[in-house]
């Protein structure tokens, strides 16, 4: 199984553009997560979708953010327009089921907001 | 959640034992104990969890205290690619799944 993908792995980008960050999930998990991590407030999870519906997204900092899950297999970060206090690891994550199951987090997209 | 302590920083010879403590004393029965691991630039990878008994897979061993208010996860032979933040997460089942992650443990393995 090649794992949890994510692209792109780096993004530059300036303050007021949109950005988009995606993921593939393992193949056969139902429950996806998006975390972002930065030095000041660490790992820090943002929304989790099971079977394709939002269950939590108490962690998005704002509405500037929205996160769609459209089949099993993709789901996408949304940041517009973007701030430089956006920049950020983000990582997804993917688990077979959402309440007991491990988590698999892919290797991260690197954002950065100038 | 119940709330993890974790020492910032250890250091482990390459090829002894590292042993990562973690306090829990608020935890409840129903809550698991989970490790992951963060090396640098990387996502967090899973290493173990249990419940109230020792677990042993093949990265690593994990050992809780029968009042289950601390554990220790063993790595049995360090080597220099276990250098990372070890993070000690307590977590609830059967509802909202949330890792919520403190700020680990920073071993640093040498030569």
């Known amino acids: 199984d090649a794992g949890v993908i994510q692209s792109p792995r780096h993004e530059v980008t300036e303050m007021g553009q949109e950005v988009t960050l995606r993921c593939k999930p393992i193949s056969g998990h139902n429950s996806l997560f998006w975390y972002r991590q930065t030095m000041m407030r660490g790992l820090e999870l943002l929304i989790y979708f099971n079977n394709n519906v939002p269950i939590d997204d108490s962690g998005m900092p704002e509405d500037r953010f929205s996160a769609k899950m459209p089949n099993a297999s993709f789901s996408t970060l949304k940041i517009q327009p973007s701030e430089p206090r956006d920049s950020a690891v983000y990582f997804c994550?993917?688990?077979?089921?959402?309440?007991?199951?491990?988590?698999?987090f892919g290797p991260g997209t690197r954002l950065t907001v100038l | 959640d119940a709330k993890t302590t974790q020492p910032p920083s250890m250091d482990c010879a390459e090829g002894r034992a590292a042993n990562l403590p973690c306090n829990h004393s608020?935890?409840?029965?129903?809550?698991?104990v989970y490790w992951y691991r963060q090396i640098h630039s990387q996502g967090p990878q899973y290493i173990i969890h249990g419940l109230k008994n020792n677990e042993t897979n093949e990265m690593a061993s994990l050992i809780i205290t029968e009042d289950r208010k601390s554990s220790t996860l063993i790595l049995p032979h360090a080597t220099l690619r276990d250098t990372a933040v070890y993070y000690c997460?307590?977590?609830?089942?059967?509802?909202?799944?949330?890792?919520?992650f403190g700020t680990g443990t920073r071993l640093q393995v040498t030569l």
């Open positions: 994550a993917s688990s077979a089921t959402y309440d007991t199951d491990t988590q698999y």
């Open positions: 608020t935890i409840s029965g129903n809550e698991y």
């Open positions: 997460i307590v977590r609830v089942t059967g509802t909202a799944s949330k890792l919520t």
